[in-house]
T-cell receptor, first 112, second 110 residues
């Protein structure tokens, strides 16, 4: 079946790196995504990776994909207070139109 | 471009009342979606529309109806609101495997 799992909470000190992890069950994933939701706002696409890639880097963000273990991670370098948000892992599956399957979200809390 | 817009931002209803949540996108996207977000539940798909004139049920369609009025607009209707429908509702549109979200409607049913 289709399932995307992620831990619900993560606390990180300001200036440290944050690593948010996600696992998925369906091996036919084509795209995997990280969305960010700030308080009171909608979801904003942060970054995404195609399933034939292992890594994608975009400024402070690094996405790692391990297809064998069906594991996706998002690393945020030099975490700032503005990074405090809920981060959703998501996937699309082959031949499933544009439906995206979301995890329940990881709330990132920044400690001073 | 405004992206995806939703109205209203907030709404309070009494049990049994009806209302329609409006959504519009100006990105010429074919696919549009309605989700609800509840604490600890993440996002759950209510209905989606792969193109103008078509709609399909998602994970939690009971108690809701939708209309894809044209390519731009996708509305969500609650015919007889229940307290279990208290939630934050998000509309989204997509193209090229990426979804773009509206700011949400916070609905409370008393």
């Amino acid at each position: 079946g289709e399932d995307v799992e992620q831990s619900l909470f993560l606390s990180v000190r300001e200036g440290d790196s944050s690593v948010i992890n996600c696992t998925y069950t369906d091996s036919s994933s084509t795209y995997l995504y990280w969305y960010k939701q700030e308080p009171g706002a909608g979801l904003q696409l942060l970054t995404y990776i195609f399933s034939n890639m292992d890594m994608k880097q975009d400024q402070r963000l690094t996405v790692l994909l391990n297809k064998k273990d069906k594991h996706l991670s998002l690393r945020i370098a030099d975490t700032q207070t503005g990074d405090s948000a809920i981060y959703f892992c998501a996937e699309t599956l082959m031949n499933r139109d544009d439906k995206i399957i979301f995890g329940k979200g990881t709330r990132l809390h920044i400690l001073p | 471009n405004a992206g995806v817009t939703q109205t209203p931002k907030f709404q309070v209803l009494k049990t049994g009342q009806s209302m329609t949540l409006q959504c519009a996108q100006d990105m010429n996207h074919n696919s549009m979606y309605w989700y609800r977000q509840d604490p600890g539940m993440g996002l759950r798909l209510i209905y989606y529309s792969a193109s103008e004139g078509t709609t399909d049920k998602g994970e939690v369609p009971n108690g809701y109806n939708v209309s894809r009025l044209n390519k731009r607009e996708f509305s969500l209707r609650l015919e007889s609101a229940a307290p279990s429908q208290t939630s934050v509702y998000f509309c989204a549109s997509s193209a090229q495997k990426r979804q773009f979200f509206g700011p949400g409607t916070r609905l409370t049913v008393l």
